[in-house]
């Protein structure tokens, strides 16, 4: 069965500095996606990002960014210039290339952005 | 585009009382789940819809927990009857069925979650 660690409950990171929130996963499938998602304190669950494990580039939306390491089974997320706004709990969640797109998540990190 | 919609916020009852959520999908997203996300927790899926089919409900507790999409767009999630333990917030999501790479399985989008609280 596939599994998804999350092992820093908690991460705190200065306005405009660089944070890395750590995730790791066990599948033995070739064919998955992998993705980070936001919950800010109002409970809406946004997608962040999203990294196909086909594709050996890393994949990067703005201030976010990836560091995918398919053998290690790593998927770090790298938030550059932190805001106030980034606040929030943030989840890695995993989904294979069958016929359910069931996700599977890790147990968050909660980030906090101090001014 | 207007996102999945969910109703209500927030629901308090008592134990072995009924309940039920409602999700309204993206419009054009076949694929519809119900995850159960309980205090402290990562979301787990309880079900997923195409359509009007159940593709996986695998961990729906099926004594208690029931969901259906009958005209495959809207869906509604019962629980009864409730159990301190299903205290949790139940989010719905949405997707399309193929990603825009033309894979299975498109990218999730969730709605803003019912909270219940079972006292």
């Known amino acids: 069965a596939q599994t998804v660690t999350q092992s820093q409950p908690e991460m705190s990171v200065q306005e405009a500095e660089t944070v890395t929130l750590s995730c790791t996963y066990d599948?033995?499938?070739?064919?998955?996606?992998l993705f980070w998602y936001k919950q800010p304190p109002s409970r809406q669950m946004i997608l962040v990002i999203r990294?196909?494990?086909?594709?050996?580039q890393n994949a990067t939306e703005n201030r976010f960014s990836v560091n995918f390491q398919k053998a290690a089974k790593s998927f770090s997320l790298k938030i550059s210039d932190s805001q106030l706004g980034d606040t929030a709990m943030y989840f890695c969640a995993f989904r294979n290339g069958g016929a359910t797109n069931k996700l599977i998540f890790g147990t968050g990190t909660l980030l906090a952005v101090q001014p | 585009e207007a996102g999945v919609a969910q109703s209500p916020r927030y629901k308090i009852i008592e134990k072995r009382q009924s309940v039920a959520f409602w999700c309204n999908p993206i419009?054009?997203?076949?694929?519809l789940y119900w995850y159960q996300q309980i205090l402290g927790q990562g979301p787990k899926l309880l079900i997923q819809?195409?359509?009007?089919?159940?593709?996986?409900d695998s961990q729906l507790p099926k004594d208690r927990f029931s969901a259906e999409r009958l005209k495959g767009v809207d869906s509604t999630l019962k629980i009864q009857p409730a159990k301190l333990e299903d205290s949790a917030v139940y989010l719905c999501?949405?997707?399309?069925?193929?990603?825009?790479?033309?894979?299975?399985?498109?990218?999730?989008?969730f709605g803003p979650g019912t909270r219940l609280l079972v006292l």
């Open positions: 419009s054009g997203h076949a694929t």
């Open positions: 599948t033995s499938e070739n064919n998955y996606y």
């Open positions: 819809f195409q359509n009007n089919g159940v593709v996986d």
């Open positions: 990294q196909e494990a086909y594709k050996q």
């Open positions: 999501a949405s997707s399309l069925v193929r990603s825009r790479d033309g894979r299975r399985g498109g990218t999730q989008y």
